[in-house]
């Protein structure tokens, strides 16, 4: 799919779909990737974090982590997966993940045909494979830190890397022998990706170690960082954009307070590779995920205070329009996924 495609849909033919959860929905909504109008949503349980799309069932997973409230402030980890059918907008089934609790981040696995997800736990957190057929776990691999929401998986497949959101490194993990590799130290993390040839990765973390908050560059081969974008605020979400073009959502806060709710709008970062900074586009108000359309021409912003999408022309750093998504109250916007029209599911974004 060319840049120009993502425009210039037949009338009439089937059209490429973005998913957006609503934490406070709670909700999934379905809006139109080139027009950008609602075309549904569909209710699901509280509340739903990330969502991702698997192109060969034409399924949406949507995680469901706790019953109300935000990482230690909720009143109780929830343990459902939500799986959607995008195209008729109806929910086929909500997964019982029990004895698994608090699942956050969710990626696909097309090598082994695995849906992984990470998961919360005291005084530990783990990976955990669902089949998608059966929608049973069948392994799970603990990452030695309590709590792993965003984690990715290497080319190779068999590696993986969880941001550990209270400990100080980072987990890696052999998924293939659910052995514990190695520790990358950070000073606390949220958002990681990892560049399409895992030479390199790219995490979120907060200041600490004489180190500012912001997005380090980390070799895969020696663990040893080789840049650090520095921020002002706290950095959550990244995202390696097709053509390698590195997203990263910076949250804002008011000089006067730094409670959550007292956040103003956030900043989108577009790095290089080498994590060299391209330019920065305004976005929502607590930016918690990013997503891009499959030819990394638009950059998709979710942000979760004010419940928007914010979609950014990649290439000319600039705002193209802010989609308001419904919510019932606070949170809003979280989760997203860009779902291919039926028989461009090749052309879809990487499973990362």
């Not at 955990?128 to 309590?146: K, M, N, Q």
Request: proline content about 9%; overall charge negative; some cysteine.
């Amino acid at each position: 799919m060319t840049r120009n495609d993502l425009h210039t849909h037949p009338r009439g033919a089937a059209r490429d779909l973005l998913a957006v959860a609503s934490q406070s929905g709670p909700s999934v909504t379905f809006l139109d990737a080139v027009t950008h109008g609602v075309l549904g949503a569909v209710e699901v349980p509280a509340e739903p974090h990330e969502l991702c799309f698997d192109p060969v069932r034409r399924l949406l997973y949507a995680t469901i982590t706790y019953r109300s409230g935000y990482y230690n402030a909720h009143s109780g980890r929830a343990h459902e997966l939500a799986v959607i059918d995008p195209d008729a907008r109806r929910v086929v089934e909500i997964v019982d993940l029990s004895p698994e609790q608090g699942a956050h981040g969710v990626l696909l696995d097309p090598v082994r045909d695995l849906v992984w997800l990470s998961v919360e736990g005291d005084p530990e957190g783990a990976l955990v494979a669902l089949d998608p057929g059966t929608r049973e776990i069948v392994r799970r691999v603990p990452v030695g830190a309590p709590g792993p929401h965003w984690f990715v998986v290497a080319p190779d497949r068999r590696r993986a890397y969880s941001a550990n959101k209270e400990a100080p490194y980072l987990s890696v993990v052999d998924l293939e022998t659910g052995e514990f590799l190695d520790r990358v130290p950070v000073p606390g993390s949220e958002g990681i990706d990892i560049s399409a040839d895992g030479r390199l990765l790219y995490a979120a973390v907060r200041a600490g170690d004489g180190e500012p908050a912001g997005v380090r560059v980390i070799d895969t081969a020696t663990h040893a960082t080789v840049r650090v974008h520095a921020t002002r605020g706290p950095v959550f979400p990244v995202h390696v954009a097709p053509g390698g073009l590195v997203l990263a959502g910076e949250l804002r806060m008011r000089p006067d307070g730094s409670a959550l709710g007292a956040n103003e709008p956030g900043l989108l970062h577009l790095l290089d590779a080498d994590g060299r900074s391209r330019g920065q586009v305004p976005v929502g108000a607590f930016p918690l995920t990013v997503r891009s359309s499959p030819d990394g021409a638009l950059g998709l912003v979710s942000a979760v205070l004010s419940s928007t999408v914010t979609v950014v022309d990649l290439v000319e750093a600039r705002v193209v329009r802010t989609l308001e998504i419904p919510r019932a109250g606070e949170p809003g916007a979280h989760g997203l996924a860009y779902i291919p029209a039926p028989g461009a599911e090749g052309a879809g974004p990487s499973a990362r």
